[in-house]
């Protein structure tokens, strides 16, 4: 009868496990950079992809009205009383907020809540969802980054739920010049319409044709990008720290709007009455007179830019700041430079 030796199955050594695990930690550690890199890559394309296609609706606007809508309905923090209707009438029917976006959701796929508002109504923009049911918090995907996490933004601090908040606020944003805003209130001092008459595109009452684009439609800048930060709440009152900046529908300081004054994603400070959300990323300060907003984006190095022929390019943060800021006039003669 023989004998078999019994060996008992031989396992991991304790030496052996921890190479494995250093391995796996490794590859996983050079696999996560990438992963993070392929998503920031596909949130930069989706933002680029909205940005065209609100290009495209402002060229279509611009087919059917022989001109851009206003950038806002208002001077610099100066209701007046004549607003300008879709069909291109004045008429004296009270005070609006409103600005481009409004104007342009009819080829932004939104013709049903376009069709909702009740542009010759004697309401403030912003008071259209409570005074008289409008859907203002309605999230329009086109105007909003995937790259910004506070996105959808449709609650403010003004009340207490989205039916009487200050409506849906966005990433897009259009290029009011080279310069800041104007002066807050300067229509009520001394009659001066500050934030009309800028040097871009969009600016109060604007009403700008493609022709008046003489610096040429592929180096004139259209639109571009904002951070967009989300409101806080006190747990006793309704008031908390907020942030106006992408507000649609009470754009009275220009909340719509950017200047190519300074590089995207610049440490100077934006400057309008409410910006109390702490963020690094979009710097911001109160008290100032002067209102101005800067093109920003959580995209790595730079931000998306919407030309006025449409095109919509990435452009670094550290693009010269005299090329940026003369690529935000659309009658400025300077000499094209390529963003």
Known sequence: ?????????????????????????LLISLLVPAVQQARAVARTTSCKNNMRQVGLAMHNYADAHQALPPGMFNYMSADIDDVLQPDGTRGAMGPSRSCWMQRVLPYLEQRALYDQFPFDANVQAQRW????????????????????????????????????SEGFHGNIAMCAGSTDFGIANRWQIDGTADGADLDGMFYGLSSTRFADVSDGASNTVMGSELIINPDGRDTDTTDGPRDVRGRYYNCYRGE????????????I?????ACE?????????????????????????????????????????????EVFRSAGTRAGGETPEEL
């Not at 009868?1 to 930690?25: D, K, Q």
């Not at 400070?269 to 009455?273: A, E, K």
């Not at 959300?277 to 919407?306: E, F, K, M």
């Open 1 to 25: 009868m023989s004998l078999r030796s019994h060996r008992r199955p031989r396992g991991f050594t304790l030496l052996e496990l921890l190479v494995v695990i250093a391995v796996i930690g």
């Open 129 to 164: 969802g409570v005074q008289l049911g409008v859907p203002i918090w309605t999230v329009v995907p086109h105007l909003m980054c995937p790259s910004d996490p506070a996105n959808p933004k449709i609650t403010t601090d003004k009340g207490s739920g989205p039916e009487d």
């Open 256 to 267: 719509a709007l950017f200047s190519t004054q300074h590089s995207p994603n610049t440490s």
């Open 269 to 273: 400070p934006d400057q309008t009455d």
């Open 277 to 321: 959300v702490p963020n690094p990323a979009s710097p911001c300060t109160t008290g100032s007179d002067v209102i101005v907003q800067y093109a920003r984006s959580y995209h790595p190095g730079g931000v998306n830019v919407l030309m006025a022929d449409g095109a919509v390019r990435f452009v670094s943060e550290n693009i010269a700041t």
